[in-house]
């Protein structure tokens, strides 16, 4: 097995971090750019302190990194750990691809059967 093959505790802070749908979305908001606590906090029904551990957690992971301008805290994603995750996750990936492929396969020869009954 290779490094990138092998899961690093990297990784599973990352999955960890990952594991949350609030976390998840948090890392969608920031896509677009570095945004400031209270924006992203306006995207959900919980209080900007709930939205800050989130983000804290996200940081804690390497996934997201935080920038203070005067008052104001800008965090931005950080994609270097998702490209590791990435690069772990393909081979399964492959795995994946070539099982549904196989599927499919039998599901066509399946339903080519029945077109000739």
């Known amino acids: ?6 899961m690093t505790a990297g990784n599973a802070d ?5 594991a949350s749908p609030v976390r ?6 920031l896509l677009s750019g570095p945004r400031s606590v209270n ?3 306006s995207h959900f029904e919980m209080s900007r302190p709930s939205v ?6 996200l940081r804690d992971a390497g996934l997201v990194s935080e920038e203070r301008s005067g008052r104001l805290r800008l965090y931005r994603l950080e994609a270097e750990p998702l490209m590791e995750v990435s690069r ?7 795995f994946w691809r070539d099982r549904l492929a196989g599927l499919r396969e039998l599901l066509d020869e399946e339903n080519g059967d029945d077109h000739e009954r």
Request: aromatic share 10%.
């Open 14 to 18: 990352v999955f960890a971090a990952l």
């Open 39 to 41: 924006d992203l906090a």
């Open 52 to 57: 800050s551990e989130h983000l804290r957690v």
């Open 24 to 29: 998840r979305e948090l890392t969608a908001l």
């Open 1 to 6: 097995m290779t490094g990138s093959e092998r």
């Open 88 to 94: 772990w996750l393909s081979p399964y990936e492959r």
